[in-house]
């Protein structure tokens, strides 16, 4: 018996012969696939203004370390950038001790960044994926840690530094904070999604041991969200004080710790303490210039994938 071939285009949604296929219609107002989708004015003002906003602290900052101390007591202050910037950048750099204390913030924010990131990406897989006992009262008592104030663990932690001899070395500052329950906390609740558990199933069946499972399929998989909590930690590591000023001092200091020391005496020059305070964010503008695009690469990453 011969076999009648039918078009495809000539039958229905129910396969019905004979009929037409309706195309799948657009929604009014809806973009086409594929076509740019442009913002429209009101978006553009409302950018400029909260970009206006979040850049005016730094340019105020850097008008008045431009300025003398004299023009910044004057009423009104300048809106309008000095010619006393250099002058005053050096001062800062010169009295506050720049160069060791940007050293020494460097090495302190990297390694407690790194090691932030390594330990709470392999303990936030501990928590969201492995069975061990005590798994939920341990989860609970690190994130109670995060509920006690840090005003009331300074004095044991000083005395055991102290203990240690380890005042005014950089590691005093280092590892008291070089794991955050936050960032095991931030690290269980993204492994606990982003990470199938099928997939470490069958590592498992093919003979990977628990090393090579964290190298090769946890940390690709959690490397948005390491990138966020990298860049969290650096930040706050960078801008640190109240650790810092207890246990350095103005002989080996951070750039907060060394900061202090331009305001001290009788009549503090205020456009050298701006000066200094430019100096020390200048570092960290350059890193999310630098980085800024392959934090939100991996962000989007993450996004794409979840």
């Known amino acids: 018996m011969a076999t009648v071939a039918t078009d495809p285009t000539e039958q229905g949604a129910a396969g019905t012969p004979g009929k037409p296929r309706k195309a799948a219609r657009r929604a009014p107002g809806a973009p086409k696939a594929g076509r740019q989708m442009h913002a429209g004015p009101f978006t553009y003002v409302v950018l400029i203004v909260f970009t206006a906003i979040s850049l005016f602290p730094l340019?105020?900052?850097?008008?008045?370390?431009?300025?003398?101390?004299?023009r910044l007591a004057q009423?009104?202050?300048?809106?309008w950038f000095g010619s006393n910037l250099f002058k005053n950048l050096q001062t800062a750099w010169t009295?506050?001790?720049?160069?060791?204390?940007l050293l020494n913030t460097v090495i302190v924010a990297g390694c407690i960044t790194v090691g932030t990131v390594l330990f709470s990406t392999i303990a936030g897989f501990a928590f969201a994926k492995l069975?061990?006992?005590l798994k939920t009262f341990l989860l609970m008592l690190t994130i109670g840690t995060m509920m006690v104030p840090p005003q009331l663990s300074v004095v044991p932690l000083f005395l055991w530094i102290a203990d240690l001899d380890w005042t005014n070395h950089l590691q005093a500052v280092i590892?008291?904070?070089?794991?955050?329950?936050?960032?095991?906390?931030?690290?269980?609740?993204y492994l606990s999604q982003a990470l199938p558990t099928e997939i470490i199933e069958a590592a498992r069946v093919d003979g990977a041991s628990s090393l090579r499972i964290i190298w090769h399929v946890v940390f690709p998989a959690a490397r948005p969200a390491m990138a966020v909590l990298g860049m969290l930690t650096f930040v706050m590591a960078w801008n640190d004080f109240f650790w810092p000023i207890i246990?350095?001092?103005?002989?080996?200091?951070?750039?907060?710790?060394?900061?202090?020391?331009?305001?001290?005496?009788?009549?503090?020059?205020?456009?050298?303490?701006?000066?200094?305070?430019?100096?020390?964010t200048l570092p960290l503008l350059l890193v999310f210039v630098v980085f800024g695009k392959q934090i939100v690469g991996g962000i989007m990453q993450g996004a794409v994938k979840g």
């Open 75 to 79: 009423t009104p202050p300048p809106f």
């Open 247 to 280: 246990a350095l001092t103005q002989e080996n200091p951070t750039v907060q710790v060394a900061l202090t020391s331009l305001g001290r005496g009788y009549i503090p020059d205020e456009s050298v303490i701006m000066a200094g305070a430019l100096l020390g």
């Open 95 to 101: 009295d506050a001790n720049l160069s060791t204390a």
């Open 175 to 189: 590892l008291p904070t070089f794991v955050s329950a936050f960032g095991v906390f931030f690290m269980r609740q």
């Open 59 to 70: 340019v105020w900052t850097a008008i008045a370390a431009s300025r003398t101390n004299t």
């Open 131 to 133: 069975q061990f006992r």
